[in-house]
């Protein structure tokens, strides 16, 4: 549900999160509520400014029961640094707000059981934020790291499985905690929250990298200039699982090999490309090559 909109950025409120308001309202922590997801809304508010400084503006911030999430509603090149110091940006205005706090804690302005909420709520959600799992932020930085190393679609998959992972070992955790009578329920809540969140990160990658690669055509004429990155593959590889070695911001040139492991020719990441969406992703290389070079 949107309750506001601030520079063109919508300001959204999920049922469930409006159901924690009224419990924590019945049972007379309205107020506590209220400054915790207020040091989300920041957190969140955040993201959207650095991001709108890399020229990838966000469309929206949703308060959900177990934090918030700002989404864009278009799609922009994942340029992992800037993936990187998006997420960052979280984590880092929490420790922005415990040092403001601290500062101006000594002269008495901040009665002490707010100050003390203040400070253990921005500590638990900026040191949360950057356990390495998707969809936290942390995960976002590990993805950003993997995919200049690896290849977008191929980094989501591995920062999910290690969110998902993450999320089990968290939850079993909570588990014997609960059991034993010395963890919060809301360190279930994160595990649950967090795998489903990497469920989805990982579902949605084949849907990004798709759409990415119809943008790697426009990223050299937009770049003006870009470094290379050489590959080096068998003839009878298909596009599809070339395109997957992409990274971003690199422009990419593919020596193919014949069966004698000679070098046959060589192709471009436009003509691969080009292949995989107008002949289809099972294309091999070599039939690229003849092309090429007139090979019948």
């Known amino acids: 549900m949107q309750i506001a909109q601030v520079g063109g950025i919508r300001i959204e409120l999920n049922p469930f999160f409006l159901l924690l308001m009224l419990l924590l309202g019945i ?15 920041v957190h969140e508010l955040a993201h959207t400014i650095v991001a709108f400084a890399y020229g990838m503006p966000l469309a929206s911030i949703e308060l959900l029961p177990m934090g918030g999430v700002a989404r864009s509603e278009g799609f922009h090149n994942p340029d992992p640094f800037a993936e990187a110091m998006i997420a960052l940006a979280g984590p880092v205005t929490n420790g922005f707000l415990c040092l403001l706090a601290m500062s101006i804690a000594p002269y008495g302005v901040i009665p002490e059981l707010w100050y003390n909420l203040f400070m253990k709520a921005n500590c638990a959600i900026g040191l949360s934020n950057l356990i390495p799992a998707l969809p936290l932020d942390g995960g976002r930085i590990l993805r950003g790291y993997w995919a200049s190393k690896i290849g977008y679609r191929r980094a989501t998959e591995r920062a999910a499985a290690v969110g998902r992972a993450l999320a089990i070992l968290m939850g079993c955790v909570a588990g014997l905690g609960l059991y034993y009578g010395h963890v919060s329920i809301s360190l279930l809540g994160l595990a649950f929250f967090v795998f489903i969140g990497a469920g989805r990160e990982q579902r949605m990658a084949g849907y990004v990298f798709m759409r990415y690669l119809t943008r790697k055509q426009q990223e050299l004429d937009e770049n003006g200039v870009l470094p290379t990155e050489q590959l080096v593959a068998h003839g009878d590889m298909s596009v599809g699982d070339i395109v997957g070695h992409f990274v971003p911001k690199r422009y990419h040139i593919i020596l193919v090999l014949d069966d004698t492991g000679h070098v046959a020719g060589f192709t471009t990441e436009m003509e691969v490309v080009s292949s995989f969406f107008e002949q289809g992703i099972d294309t091999p290389l070599q039939a690229i090559i003849r092309y090429r070079y007139n090979i019948s």
Do not use: K
């Not at 049972?27 to 809304?41: C, E, Q, T």
């Open 27 to 41: 049972a007379g922590y309205l107020p506590h509520g209220l400054i915790l997801f207020s040091i989300v809304f």
